[in-house]
């Protein structure tokens, strides 16, 4: 589900990064309750307060930043991608930030999962230990 051309964004912050993805694929942003080692985490920007609903995976946040209007998406380049794992469908700059745009349907795992891979939703490790 890439972005077409003046498409609206929802753009939002999980860590440093500041995500996005396409406005049709938002169903719902729900606010999660913090477990006990969340809310240690929260004050470092681990814990995620909110998910957002899509129809693929729901989609962790610190933040809901707004809505983007007309946003020029341009390709991950190759060198990017093999760089950071955790690239995204493509790149916009939004508000003078850099924004990474994500395909709802296949995420990175760093929108998914908590630090070191403890899915939030559940605090167990994705890894099946």
């Known amino acids: 589900m890439t972005p077409t051309p003046g498409s609206r964004l929802l753009v939002f912050r999980r860590g440093a990064t500041l995500w996005g993805v396409p406005a049709g694929a938002v169903r719902a942003v729900v606010a999660t309750p913090l477990t006990a080692s969340e809310l240690r985490l929260e004050g470092r920007g681990h814990g995620a307060a909110l998910r957002i609903e899509t129809p693929g995976p729901a989609l962790l946040a610190d933040r809901v930043e707004g809505w983007s209007g007309d ?14 794992p955790a690239a995204g469908v493509g790149l916009g700059v939004w508000r003078g930030e850099p924004l990474v745009v994500v395909d709802p349907l296949a995420p990175p795992a760093v929108l998914v999962s908590g630090p070191c891979g403890v899915d939030d939703r559940t605090g167990r490790s994705g890894s099946g230990d």
């Open 71 to 84: 946003l020029a998406v341009r390709a991950i380049g190759q060198t990017l991608a093999r760089l950071w």
